[in-house]
């Protein structure tokens, strides 16, 4: 008899977690809704709506080398991007804890910003549940067990903006457009293969170190002080494997790393399985 009310007692438990993670992920979801709406809500009428090469002449000599590899004369200017990725994220600040993750990520590029949507596969059938967002001029980092528990949740200072825009900022490889001069940013000549771009976005604004390949494309972003915490670290990503995608050339897969000063440490690897652009109308 008691083997028989053992087993309705583990199957009691099992039923009740499935019915919470199903529960988690609905709430979630609906969360992930209503951000994503709330950046939409934020988009602006992008112009002028078509790349025109002469807008780049007087630029550094790498961004404009750039701009002429990535982009054709007449391409329309991307107003938002649909990502999937997937990859493994390093959940340790200590050692190497490798765990794959997938995710999906939406873009809005005027007024810039984005929600990447994580699942984080830290054993079978449990997963973090990541937000990493930066809407209205606000970042977000909310990191939830399951979608159930809390496990971190940082918003709204401006560390956390500062972060986030520098993170869009980087991420404009994947949709070039948003690197013109017509679409907010200012370029600054370093040398031959490297340019400081900077954007602003209400009361942040970020600078970045653009350093270009043999082939004029994007090979590293780099940030002197992005916030680790509390501690402003060097930061930098690197990106490879380019294709055309919607007329764009753009790379499918990248590397994030701290860049401290004992030396690098990577936390995201991973790759594009799927991207869609829109355009400006």
């Not at 997937?86 to 200590?94: D, R, V, Y």
Request: net charge neutral; aromatic share 12%; proline share 6%.
């Amino acid at each position: 008899m008691w083997i028989k009310w053992i087993a309705l007692i583990i199957i009691s438990i099992i039923v009740c977690i499935g019915l919470a993670t199903i529960y988690g992920g609905f709430r979630w979801q609906s969360d992930t809704d209503n951000l994503r709406a709330k950046l939409a809500s934020g988009q602006r009428i992008i112009k002028p709506k078509i790349y025109d090469q002469k807008e780049i002449e007087g630029l550094p000599v790498p961004v404009q080398r750039f701009f002429r590899t990535v982009l054709k004369d007449g391409q329309p200017i991307a107003s938002a991007v649909k990502v999937v990725h997937q990859g493994q994220f390093n959940m340790s600040e200590t050692e190497a804890k490798w765990s794959p993750f997938t995710s999906t990520q939406l873009v809005i590029t005027q007024r810039p910003g984005f929600d990447w949507d994580a699942r984080i596969h830290m054993a079978p059938g449990l997963k973090v549940f990541v937000h990493d967002a930066y809407v209205f001029g606000e970042g977000t980092l909310h990191a939830s067990l399951l979608g159930l528990v809390t496990l971190a949740n940082v918003r709204g200072t401006p560390e956390m903006a500062q972060g986030e825009l520098m993170r869009f900022f980087a991420e404009t490889a994947w949709y070039p457009t948003a690197l013109l001069p017509s679409q907010g940013v200012r370029w600054e000549a370093i040398d031959d293969t490297s340019a400081r771009g900077t954007l602003t976005d209400g009361a942040t604004t970020v600078s970045l170190v653009f350093r270009f390949n043999a082939e004029g494309s994007i090979d590293t972003v780099r940030a002197e002080a992005r916030y680790r915490g509390l501690v402003p670290t060097p930061w930098e990503g690197r990106f490879w494997g380019y294709t055309v995608r919607n007329g764009m050339q753009i790379p499918l897969e990248g590397e994030v790393a701290w860049q401290p000063p004992e030396g690098s440490w990577p936390y995201w690897r991973g790759r594009i399985t799927e991207i869609n652009h829109e355009f400006a109308q």
